[in-house]
């Protein structure tokens, strides 16, 4: 994982920030914290896609396309081709400190990257375990059958505004609901990289 603070500059940054928690932004209900599993009636989130194999479906798409080359520029990566850009929302849970089921975005090689808006206790938790896409089986499936729903703590995130986040997109990850602030806010992107530059961030 690699690991960016004070990762856009500040003008950027706080542009997007504020469409974003803006009152006007629109939010949309999602059942799971990562649109596959529903493991707890604690597990729901609000999302926003932005955009999803170049088709655009948010007015803030332009900004965070640039956010992305600036942050992707900044570890030695060429983005090849964005695959989708979202932004998750994660609301604190009465059972206090809540893990989100381990997952991955997307069943192809790609890298994730995720950009947090503001301070919380709301981690990122990346595991040893990787998805095979060789196994023929879906990545829940495989979390289920071949890991038997068992992964290992490979290292965490803290939640830290205008921190940026980069891994192997095959990496089972996790996001944790936060207790100490009234939500948590991340661009969540997902990019498959030119390959002469891949091997800058593979291990």
């Given at each position: 994982?690699?690991?960016?603070?004070?990762?856009?500059?500040?003008?950027?940054?706080?542009?997007?920030?504020?469409?974003?928690?803006?009152?006007?932004?629109?939010?949309?209900?999602?059942?799971?914290?990562?649109?596959?599993?529903?493991?707890?009636?604690?597990?729901?989130?609000?999302?926003?896609?932005?955009?999803?194999?170049?088709?655009?479906?948010?007015?803030?798409?332009?900004?965070?396309?640039?956010?992305?080359?600036?942050?992707t520029d900044?570890?030695?990566?060429?983005?090849?081709?964005?695959?989708?850009?979202?932004?998750?929302?994660?609301?604190?849970?009465?059972?206090?400190?809540?893990?989100?089921?381990?997952?991955?975005?997307?069943?192809?090689?790609h890298f994730?990257?995720?950009?947090?808006?503001?301070?919380?206790?709301?981690?990122?938790?990346?595991?040893?375990?990787?998805?095979?896409?060789?196994?023929?089986?879906?990545?829940?499936?495989?979390?289920?059958?071949?890991?038997?729903?068992?992964?290992?703590?490979?290292?965490?995130?803290?939640?830290?505004?205008?921190?940026?986040?980069?891994?192997?997109?095959?990496?089972?990850h996790s996001?944790?609901?936060?207790?100490?602030?009234?939500?948590?806010?991340?661009?969540?992107?997902?990019?498959?990289?030119?390959?002469?530059?891949?091997?800058?961030?593979?291990?």
């Amino acid at each position: 994982m690699i690991v960016l603070d004070n990762a856009l500059p500040p003008q950027l940054f706080n542009y997007i920030k504020t469409q974003i928690f803006d009152y006007k932004f629109p939010w949309y209900y999602c059942d799971t914290s990562n649109q596959i599993s529903t493991e707890s009636i604690y597990g729901n989130s609000f999302s926003h896609l932005i955009l999803e194999h170049n088709k655009v479906n948010s007015l803030i798409a332009a900004d965070c396309r640039a956010a992305l080359y600036t942050l992707t520029d900044k570890i030695g990566l060429t983005v090849d081709y964005i695959t989708r850009i979202r932004v998750g929302l994660l609301e604190p849970k009465p059972e206090g400190l809540y893990v989100n089921v381990p997952h991955i975005d997307e069943e192809f090689e790609h890298f994730v990257g995720l950009l947090y808006l503001n301070d919380s206790d709301g981690e990122t938790i990346l595991y040893n375990e990787k998805y095979d896409r060789q196994s023929g089986l879906t990545e829940s499936e495989y979390y289920d059958i071949i890991l038997d729903r068992k992964v290992t703590v490979k290292e965490k995130s803290e939640c830290k505004e205008n921190r940026f986040i980069c891994f192997d997109g095959f990496t089972y990850h996790s996001s944790t609901c936060p207790t100490n602030v009234n939500r948590r806010i991340a661009v969540n992107f997902n990019f498959i990289v030119k390959k002469e530059k891949q091997n800058a961030t593979s291990s």
